[in-house]
Structure formats: C-alpha cells, structure tokens
C-alpha cells in the first residue's frame, strides 16, 4: 500500500492559532476523512500530522506539505505569498504580522479551500482528478 503523508503546520500560541490557519484547519480535516475513503480504494493510505509552530516560525505558518513537498509546489501554477492577518498581530502582540496565502488560479485564498487540497492530494498521490 502507498503511503500518503499530509502534513499541516500552523502557528501555536498558547493552543490558539490565527483564523485563516483555523479556517485551513478544520478545511484540512473535512477532507482528510473524506481521503481516507477516497483513497483507499487506490491502494493509498493517509497518514495526517499536524506541527505547531512558534511566532518565530511563522513564515512556515499554513504549510500544508505533501510527503514533504508544499502544496503550491505540487499544483502547477500555484504560489505562496502573504499578506497582513489582523489575527496573528492580536495573537502576537505585534502591530503587523504577515502569514502565508496561497495563490492559484488567479485567486488569492487566505484560508486554503478544499477544492484545492483535494487536488493537490490527488495528484501527490499520482491520482490525476
């Protein structure tokens, strides 16, 4: 059986992160269930990890890696960028925070979208949709 590694790193102070990275969380785990199921079928078993980071990692901040690879570097044509998160500011204490975004498609997505993971997924899994 192939083994699929899904890998989410997000800030962690004191058990709270910002909510773009909460937003991709709860995201990631709809569709890691849903995966499971899918995948299973192909011979592909899901292994979920998530990794809390410290404020001074927060560059690495809504990673989602697969088997190690970040997702914009499996979707062809996507990209990380960042913006200002008002929410990793109050979280930090700090007046400007930037945290990570993802841009595909003519679209930038603060908190990642299933339609996307899902893909990404599929395709690290060398499962094309």
Same mark, same amino acid.
């Given at each position: /059986?192939?083994?699929?590694t899904i890998?989410?790193?997000?800030?962690?102070?004191?058990?709270?992160?910002?909510l773009r990275?909460?937003?991709?969380?709860?995201?990631?785990?709809?569709?890691?269930?849903?995966? /499971?199921?899918? $995948?299973?079928?192909? @011979?592909?078993?899901?292994?979920?990890? %998530?990794?809390?980071?410290?404020?001074? *990692?927060? !560059?690495?901040?809504?990673?989602? $890696?697969?088997?190690?690879?970040?997702?914009?570097?499996?979707?062809? @044509?996507?990209?990380?960028?960042? !913006?200002?998160? *008002? !929410?990793?500011?109050? $979280?930090?204490?700090? %007046?400007?925070? &930037?945290?990570?975004?993802v841009e &595909?498609?003519?679209?930038? &997505? %603060?908190?990642?979208?299933?339609?996307?993971? &899902?893909?990404?997924?599929?395709?690290?899994? @060398?499962? %094309?949709?």
């Open positions: /059986m192939k083994k699929l890998e989410w790193r997000h800030l962690d102070i004191d058990g709270k992160t910002c990275c909460s937003g991709t969380g709860k995201t990631l785990n709809e569709v890691v269930a849903e995966l /499971m199921k899918d $995948l299973s079928p192909h @011979g592909v078993k899901i292994e979920f990890m %998530e990794t809390t980071l410290a404020e001074t *990692e927060i !560059s690495q901040s809504n990673v989602i $890696l697969f088997n190690g690879v970040a997702l914009e570097d499996v979707l062809t @044509g996507a990209k990380a960028s960042e !913006s200002c998160c *008002e !929410s990793c500011s109050c $979280l930090t204490g700090k %007046e400007e925070v &930037y945290c990570r975004t &595909y498609e003519g679209k930038i &997505y %603060e908190e990642i979208p299933e339609g996307i993971i &899902y893909r990404a997924a599929l395709k690290a899994a @060398g499962i %094309e949709p």
